[in-house]
Every structure is written in structure tokens, then in C-alpha cells.
């Protein structure tokens, strides 16, 4: 399975940078794009900062924000391309495919996980950070698809952080539970259970 997530990451980076390369040899000026803040901790970035050194006249802007604000700076021309893990359509929108992530739900004790039904989810408790809204909607439409109205404005919440890391951290700490992309989480604490599997896309 280890072997096919990285030759399938492998397969549409690739994609992606043809698409890039298309038309593209002088390229040069500020590029503007945004992206959710765990992609600072994914492989994501550091790809595409490895990709730029074949463009030496490119300068780079880059905004943290949440999935929906990244769409909307899109859409609003103050950016020129994000990344993104929801697809909404718009006109002035053209998705590409740069990589498939997981999903998974974190808990500092076994039993909370092997507990957790959609009936008693929103019994639970949550740690919230910027961009946790789509990661658990995410995992929860695969997850528990029969629980059509749970979305992560129904869960309790016992911790608040705007840091990705430091929510990990919560979570460790046994504060609560959460939704992390595995890319984020994995370097971090050793896995305990993967739920789920979507693509992320880029825009611009």
C-alpha cells in the first residue's frame, strides 16, 4: 500500500510540473499564491519550492488561510493559484491535480476510537485549529456517510489553537480528539488509525 500512495504521488506531481512546464520555459516576476497552513508541514511545499529553483526570475508571495479563504483569493485575483482539498465550481476556476491525502482521526487513547459511533460523535471532545472543518467533514463523509447532517459545526469542542502542530500537541495531551491530514500527523506520533483517503487539487 506504502508503495502505491508514493508512486501515485509520484504520478501526478509529475503531471503537475508538465502542465507547469507547458509554455513556461521564461518565466519570471512575483507569483501570489495561498494555501492552508498544514501544507507548511507536507510535502507539498517543499516540492514546489524545489520546482521554482528552475525558475530563478520567480519571487514568490505566499498567504496561510483556510481552505474556503484560498478559493475566494482565487477567485478575487489577489492570488494566483492555491491549493486547496474541496473542488467548487466556478467559472474563472481550473483545477489541477497535484496529490492525493489521507485523513485520519486521533485520539491519545484507543478506546475513545474504538468507542466512537456517529450516534455518540458529537458526545465526544474536539480539538479545534484553522482548517479542521474540512479535514473532519472529509473523514466523516467516507467514514460514516449514513451520518448526513454531521459536520464538524456539530462537534464540542475542548481546545481552540490556530497551530496545526500545537493541536497535535492537544491531542497527545489528552484534551480531546481530531482530524489530521497523515502528512502533518505521521511525523509527529506513530499512527493509530487511518479512516480515509481524498485528493487534494491546486488552482490557479
Known sequence: ????????????????HDGLDQGQE????????AMPPSCLQSPHFPMLLQRRLDFP???LQVELCPTEAV??????DRFDFGFVTERIEHPSLRYIPFCEEEYVLVSSSRNTLDE?????????????Y????????LWARHFMPEAKTLTARSLYHTGDINDIVGAIKMVIGGLGISVFPVTVWKPIWKPVNWLNTTKATCHR
Open 116 to 128: 466512537l459511533q456517529p450516534e455518540t460523535v458529537m458526545d465526544h471532545r474536539f480539538i479545534n
Open 130 to 137: 484553522p482548517g479542521m472543518d474540512v479535514c473532519f467533514d
Open 57 to 59: 526570475g520567480i519571487a
Open 71 to 76: 478559493t475566494q483569493s482565487v477567485i478575487d
Open 26 to 33: 521564461s518565466m519570471e516576476g512575483m507569483v501570489r499564491y
Open 1 to 16: 500500500m506504502l508503495q502505491q500512495y508514493i508512486r501515485r504521488i509520484m504520478d501526478v506531481t509529475a503531471e503537475f
